[in-house]
């Protein structure tokens, strides 16, 4: 079992940057390859970004690219996220998960086996 918690999530306006982090616990950390889902109201849940065990092998949802980073410390047992120029849309539950490290669709939410409970962002216009 590995257990995570999100943090980070809060409001900001428009144009403005967070960064979320998740705190891994459990089976070890660096076995797993991490990433983020968000949800809006309404919306099915959708993949942001992920990165491999090693902390290579990067891939971001277009929608995030150039602004969203991702990035994890297996020292610490956690996984981070910066989220910069943010806009309305990006307005969401955000989602921290882990999975094999061998997935292949990394963008598919059943590619994990672990999930967090979620951290609310919300970016006001």
Not at 17 to 29: D, H, N, P, V, Y
Not at 49 to 64: E, K, L, P
Not at 110 to 123: A, L, R
Request: proline letters at 2%.
């Amino acid at each position: 079992q590995v257990q995570l918690v999100e943090s980070g999530g809060g409001l900001v306006q428009a144009g403005g940057s967070l960064r979320l982090s998740c705190a891994a616990s459990g089976r070890t950390f660096s076995n797993y390859a991490m990433g983020w889902f968000r949800q809006a109201p309404g919306k099915e849940r959708e993949f942001v970004a992920s990165i491999g065990w090693r902390g290579g092998n990067t891939f971001y949802a277009d929608s995030v690219k150039g602004r969203f980073t991702i990035s994890r410390d297996n020292a610490k047992n956690t996984v981070h996220m910066q989220m910069n120029s943010l806009k309305p849309a990006d307005t969401a539950v955000y989602y921290c998960a882990a999975g094999s490290p061998a997935m292949v669709f990394y963008w598919r939410s059943t590619e994990y086996d672990y999930w967090g409970q979620g951290t609310q962002v919300t970016v006001s216009s």
